[in-house]
């Protein structure tokens, strides 16, 4: 039973071991620094009990007013190509946006990083995924737990089977699917074998495991979040039922200490970090050595300044477009005129994202090195 490995440390042990072998011979030793890139403050949903969103639902008025600027979320998005981090996904609450509005913006976005994105928006219906192109790659559906119970009081208003629906008309259309899971809700190891058959029964291409992050404000201020070997654990049963799926491992900046066994586990990318507020310091620098430690090498940078600021360029090693190439999309015409009558905009934002790091950098340093 795969669930036995919480139960004896020999067990688990052996199986984060045999994650880590399995995860070398099918995908390698690098791992990806993962940036999910947010659209909207607005989620007409609103009532995820640990979601940071609810919080603010009763603040904003205006779906419009909730939005982020264009220019800022394709500063990032071009920031992120050149230090080497992938975009994750478009990440937004319901209804912040209709499909077309998406579209656009996954059209600029692909158009400056180059690559296809995926989406996590929110269950989209199946004449809402034909407006796509080839401008996205997946879809995402927000699960989070699998223990229907918890999901019941937890996410009252996203029920499981209209996402199943979306990831089902996806694979249809050709897409890839993923799922995202947020470990520590209240779940029990006795759900862990249902979650690998969901996993199974929908093909599922992709798994992202977010550690709880206890926002204030939600009930689960006074939650810890779940235990590194917990999340560990999980993931290299998965890693271990399933080689060749892609495995996200999300942990916020005050577990940084899970990453190491997260990678032994055997994730492919990292995310979940507030890039601009830790890049560079002490604890950007953190996650590099947790990398290093679990002897893996990394795509993309988390501290160097000089990549960021485009002075310099990365190591081919740690390129990510050669190192995981993609053929980059076709577009319109109408999103690349866009972009292009932003390009003011996005340069000065860019500018300011990168003075905010070096502001924090300098003060860190001064403080900590
Ligand atoms: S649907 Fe998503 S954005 Fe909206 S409240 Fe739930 S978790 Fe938050």
């Not at 929908?202 to 999340?231: C, M, W």
Request: proline fraction near 5%; include cysteine.
């Amino acid at each position: 039973m795969d669930e036995d490995i919480f139960y004896d440390s020999q067990l688990l042990l052996k199986a984060i071991e045999r994650a880590d072998r399995i995860h070398r011979e099918v995908h390698g030793d690098y791992v990806t620094l993962e940036r999910a890139l947010f659209l909207s403050w607005w989620c007409d949903i609103g009532d995820c009990r640990f979601c940071y969103m609810s919080t603010q639902k009763p603040r904003l008025k205006d779906p419009i007013k909730a939005r982020r600027k264009p220019w800022s979320i394709l500063a990032e998005a071009e920031l992120c190509s050149r230090i080497g981090w992938r975009i994750e996904f478009l990440s937004s609450g319901y209804g912040s946006y209709d499909a077309p509005e998406i579209k656009e913006i996954a059209e600029m976005v692909a158009f400056v990083t180059r690559r296809p994105v995926w989406l996590n928006i929110g269950a989209l219906k199946k004449e809402e995924l034909e407006v796509f192109g080839e401008e996205i790659c997946g879809v995402i559906g927000s699960i989070e737990t699998i223990n229907e119970e918890i999901r019941s009081r937890v996410c009252p208003s996203k029920p499981i089977p209209r996402i199943i629906e979306m990831l089902d008309e996806a694979k249809d259309k050709g897409l890839k699917t993923g799922i995202t899971i947020i470990l520590g809700l209240g779940e029990t190891i006795e759900d862990i074998p249902r979650l690998m058959d969901f996993i199974s029964d929908f093909k599922l291409d992709r798994v992202t495991y977010y550690s709880l992050n206890p926002h204030t404000g939600t009930i689960f201020e006074n939650s810890p979040s779940p235990a590194s070997l917990y999340q560990a654990g999980v993931i290299a049963l998965t890693r271990i039922n399933f080689p060749k799926i892609e495995i996200i491992g999300g942990t916020w900046v005050d577990q940084l200490p899970n990453i190491g066994p997260m990678l032994l586990a055997g994730v492919n990318g990292l995310t979940k970090y507030p890039l601009f507020n830790i890049f560079g310091n002490k604890y950007g620098k953190k996650v590099e050595e947790e990398i290093k430690f679990a002897n893996r090498k990394i795509i993309g940078t988390f501290s160097d300044i000089e990549v960021l600021m485009g002075n310099k360029k990365l190591n081919e090693s740690s390129d990510l477009y050669r190192m995981l190439p993609v053929k980059a999309p076709k577009v319109s015409k109408s999103a690349v005129d866009k972009v292009n009558y932003f390009r003011e905009r996005i340069e000065d934002m860019k500018e300011n994202y990168i003075k905010g790091v070096l502001g924090k950098t300098s003060r860190k340093s001064t403080k900590v090195f």
